[in-house]
Nanobody
Framework: QVQLVESGGGLVQAEDSLRLSCAAS????????RGWFRQAPGKEREFVAA????????DYADAVKGRFTISRDNAKSTVYLQMNSLTPADTAVYYC????????????????????WGQGTQVTVSS
């Protein structure tokens, strides 16, 4: 099993920046794709960003392209989400996810492709 713990959420104002972290523990050996999703009140959980094991491939939702950056440090089993130019529309609970993959270049953007999930961290952006 793999355990994921998010941190870094909080209350910020529009146009501010925030960096989320997600640390993995447990059976983390092997190659894992990592991703971020978010869920706003009354809405479905949606894809935000994903990164391959090697870090060479990334993918982003259109709503965050150019503002958010996903990165990872495999030595620390940690993935990051740098969020810039935040708007109230970014307000949500942010979840990190992970799934073991056969090669280092896999990137998943679908919720059902991920096996492990964190508990989420709240991000609130005021106008």
């Amino acid at each position: 099993q793999v355990q994921l713990v998010e941190s870094g959420g909080g209350l910020v104002q529009a146009e501010d920046s925030l960096r989320l972290s997600c640390a993995a523990s447990g059976r983390t050996f092997g190659t894992y794709v990592r991703g971020w999703f978010r869920q706003a009140p009354g809405k479905e959980r949606e894809f935000v960003a994903a990164i391959s094991w090697s870090g060479e491939r990334t993918d982003y939702a259109d709503a965050v392209k150019g503002r958010f950056t996903i990165s990872r440090d495999n030595a620390k089993s940690t993935v990051y989400l740098q969020m810039n130019s935040l708007t109230p529309a970014d307000t949500a609970v942010y979840y990190c996810a992970a799934s073991r993959v056969p090669t280092s270049q896999f990137v998943f953007t679908t919720r059902s492709d991920y096996s492990y999930w964190g508990q989420g961290t709240q991000v609130t952006v005021s106008s």
